[in-house]
């Protein structure tokens, strides 16, 4: 690259205090920036893309939950019954074994008392 040769009516450090910045750096910074604009903007339509797909997923779950939650209330109330039906079962099978303890009478015992 060639040195800047001096003009005679052209005096850098007064223009602008001694600073020179070429066109292509100007051109790259103004670049980069418009790209990070760029990708930016795209990320935050993604982003609200993604909101706006979970959002109706999220609807759709609840409509079938709602369903699904009812179904379970039902098994429920008859689990219930049916817990109700074998704690019956169970007192009456305590009076079986208690009858039959009562028939076969007190158990033998090895030595007799006289």
Known sequence: MRPLAPR?????????????VPMDVVTMIASVATILVALFGGFAW??????AGFATQEARMEHRFVGIDARFDRVEARLDRVEVGF????????????????????????????
């Open 46 to 51: 993604f982003l609200r893309r993604m909101d």
């Open 8 to 20: 005679d009516n052209l005096n850098i450090e007064d223009d602008n205090g001694g600073v020179f």
């Open 87 to 114: 704690t019956q079962v169970q007192r009456e099978l305590t009076e079986v074994k208690i009858a039959v303890a009562r028939l076969e009478g007190p158990t033998p015992r090895l030595v007799t008392t006289r």
